[in-house]
């Protein structure tokens, strides 16, 4: 049974650090990322790592803030976030794609998704 395991959201003041942490177990997975989703907003896009040679992809508001890893041997993504603003509030998705090592940012190309952790960041 496959499964994504994230942890590590919670409340924080602007400018503060959270660290996300999404553990796959029953898949071996090519590409591995997080997307996002505001209240009253799509979900979207946030970052990825593919598993091989650990190519990244961030999206534009995010870069220089956020830092995507892997550890393949645990199976396991982890996503730093710092200098956190407000409007990076959001439950935060672990994605995972069994089928291509090619990093995409659409959502319809990840075959597996954890259940969602809330990121909150105040002003």
């Given at each position: 049974?496959?499964?994504?395991?994230?942890?590590?959201?919670?409340?924080?003041?602007?400018?503060?650090?959270?660290?996300?942490?999404?553990?796959?177990?029953?898949?071996?997975?090519?590409?591995?990322?997080?997307?996002r989703?505001?209240?009253?907003?799509?979900?979207?896009?946030?970052?990825?790592?593919?598993?091989?040679n650990?190519?990244?992809?961030?999206?534009?508001?995010?870069?220089?803030?956020?830092?995507?890893?892997?550890?393949?041997?645990?199976?396991?993504?982890?996503?730093?976030?710092?200098?956190?603003?407000?409007?990076?509030?959001?439950?935060?998705?672990?994605?995972?794609?069994?089928?291509?090592?090619?990093?995409?940012?659409s959502?319809?190309?990840?075959d597996?998704?954890?259940?969602?952790?809330?990121?909150?960041?105040?002003?």
């Amino acid at each position: 049974q496959v499964r994504l395991e994230e942890s590590g959201g919670g409340s924080v003041q602007a400018g503060g650090s959270l660290r996300l942490s999404c553990a796959a177990s029953g898949l071996s997975a090519y590409v591995m990322g997080w997307f996002r989703q505001a209240p009253g907003k799509e979900r979207e896009f946030v970052t990825a790592i593919s598993g091989s040679n650990r190519s990244t992809y961030y999206t534009a508001s995010v870069k220089g803030r956020f830092t995507i890893s892997r550890d393949n041997a645990k199976n396991t993504v982890y996503l730093q976030m710092n200098s956190l603003k407000p409007e990076d509030t959001a439950v935060y998705y672990c994605a995972a794609s069994s089928r291509s090592s090619v990093i995409y940012t659409s959502e319809i190309r990840y075959d597996y998704w954890g259940q969602g952790t809330q990121v909150t960041v105040s002003s």
